[in-house]
Nanobody, 124 residues
């Protein structure tokens, strides 16, 4: 079992930045791909970004490319999501996820463990 805990959400003005963190505990010796997803009110949970265990491979949704950066520090069992140039449409609950795929895939079904989420609100 892996437990995931997100932090760093909050309220920010459009154009601003936030950095989300996701701390993993439990069976962290297993090599997991890590992902970030988000869910806005009334919408499906959608893929945002993912990173392979080594950090060499990343994958981003088109809507965040060039604005968001995913990274990880395996020594700290933590994955980050740096979000710049935030837009009101980025407002959502952001979830961290861990999965066994070697490639940072965007499908929710590839992820076995999920955090509780952290709210990000971008005001216009």
């Amino acid at each position: 079992q892996v437990q995931l805990a997100e932090s760093g959400g909050g309220l920010v003005q459009a154009g601003g930045s936030l950095r989300l963190s996701c701390a993993a505990s439990g069976r962290t010796r297993t090599m997991y791909t890590m992902g970030w997803f988000r869910q806005a009110p009334g919408k499906e949970r959608e893929f945002v970004a993912a990173i392979s265990w080594s950090g060499r491979n990343t994958n981003y949704a088109d809507s965040v490319k060039g604005r968001f950066t995913i990274s990880r520090d395996n020594a700290k069992n933590t994955v980050y999501l740096q979000m710049n140039s935030l837009k009101p449409e980025d407002t959502a609950v952001y979830y961290c996820a861990a999965g066994g795929s070697a490639w940072p895939r965007p499908e929710r079904s590839e992820y076995d463990y999920w955090g509780q989420g952290t709210q990000v609100t971008v005001s216009s």
